[in-house]
């Protein structure tokens, strides 16, 4: 499998050099690799970048965060993406460093016939739904949670993701956080069993999954669910309140973390303390070799990078994604320098 995901990035830099400077001329193609939540922005930043710099070409093959990882680790690409930290033993064996992003909220999405409130939960209650102990939106638990909304006796069918993805971990990161049953039968995994529902293997697939099924209910990236303007309910934080996603509520997810030093780069956000905080909040990560093997590559890769953490983060704030705080990124770009 590592060998043909290798070929496969391979072959990635060969047909996008030749196709798209019409012939195989000299010119620096960085491939990245990794999970499907940062695609459209990667996409965006390749777009914009390019119009700065015809030099560079940039490719991303989204193929999940655990994958991701594995490619870099190997010497496939120039980067990866992902919602996954990385283990010591990535960081020490395979000379990997993470560095964050952007900021990303994953949110419950739901198909109530009927409902057009944005509905509550509670972590407990997640929990409770995605190990098929809720069965029926008409719950005492969601009616207490909601009492303001008369909730249908209709069967909750349960969507989640495949194995190998980002928003899983961040999802039963949190779940498991809010739920101790949760946390000894399933766990925090990019890979977990669920015990109840069904997979959609992309973000398009889970939005029209949820939204062609009554009753259904899944998790998608926060941007995504605004942008397919698809119900998604708030969800409550550490300090008691029910806080919906946005680009200011994942901010400041962020900055109760890393205030006052800025400098926790592999921190985990989710459940983050603070009144205004979403709590299904995380860093997607760059992922980076320490060294590499070309000196121009790395530069034309340094270039990129120093570009994303400044004119890149206001692209993404468009794009709906939430940039990251100025200080955590002046302290990300001083640490670039590393990268040789």
């Known amino acids: 499998m590592r060998k043909l995901l290798g070929n496969s990035l391979g072959m990635a830099v060969l047909l996008s050099w030749c196709t798209t400077m019409g012939t195989c001329q000299q010119a620096i193609v960085l491939v990245g690799s990794g999970s499907t939540v940062p695609a459209p922005l990667v996409s965006k930043w390749a777009d914009a970048y390019n119009q700065r710099n015809r030099n560079v070409q940039m490719r991303y ?15 496939s690409g120039d980067f990866a993406l992902g919602e996954i930290p990385l283990t010591a ?80 971990y961040i999802f039963t990161e949190f779940l498991s956080k809010a739920s101790s ?66 680009a200011e509520s994942l901010k400041d ?26 709590p299904i909040t995380s860093y997607d990560w760059f992922y980076l070799r320490v060294k590499g093997d070309d000196a121009k590559r790395t530069a034309a890769l340094q270039d990129f990078l120093n570009w994303v953490f400044s004119d890149g983060q206001q692209i993404a704030a468009t794009a709906g994604y939430s940039e990251l705080p100025a200080p955590l990124r ?11």
């Not at 949760?182 to 069904?198: D, H, I, Q, T």
């Not at 397919?228 to 946005?246: C, T, Y």
Request: glycine share 8%.
């Open 61 to 75: 093959v989204a193929i999940g965060a655990d994958e991701g990882i594995v490619a870099i680790s190997h010497g």
């Open 89 to 168: 033993q990535q960081r020490s064996k395979a000379g990997l460093v993470e560095l964050p992003a952007v900021v990303i909220g994953i949110v419950p999405i739901y198909n109530i016939p009927g409902i057009h409130t944005e509905l509550r939960f509670s972590g407990e209650v997640l929990a409770d739904i995605f190990l098929g102990k809720i069965r029926s939106w008409s719950s005492p638990a969601l009616a207490k949670l909601n009492p303001e909304v008369s909730l249908p006796d209709l069967p909750i069918r349960v969507v989640h993701r495949p194995a190998g993805k980002g928003s899983n």
């Open 181 to 246: 049953r949760f946390r000894s039968e399933v766990g925090v995994s990019a890979s977990p069993k669920w015990p109840v529902g069904k997979p959609a293997e992309r973000s398009s697939e889970m939005v029209d999954t949820v939204r062609s099924e009554p009753g259904a209910i899944g998790y998608v990236e926060a941007q995504y669910a605004i942008e397919s303007k698809i119900q998604f309910g708030l969800v409550l934080n550490a300090s008691g309140h029910f806080i919906k996603a946005s």
């Open 253 to 278: 997810a962020c900055r109760s973390v890393e205030t006052p030093a800025f400098d926790k780069f592999s921190a985990s956000l989710v459940d983050a303390p603070g009144a205004r905080s979403f």
């Open 330 to 340: 002046a302290k990300i770009s001083l640490s670039l320098r590393a990268v040789k």
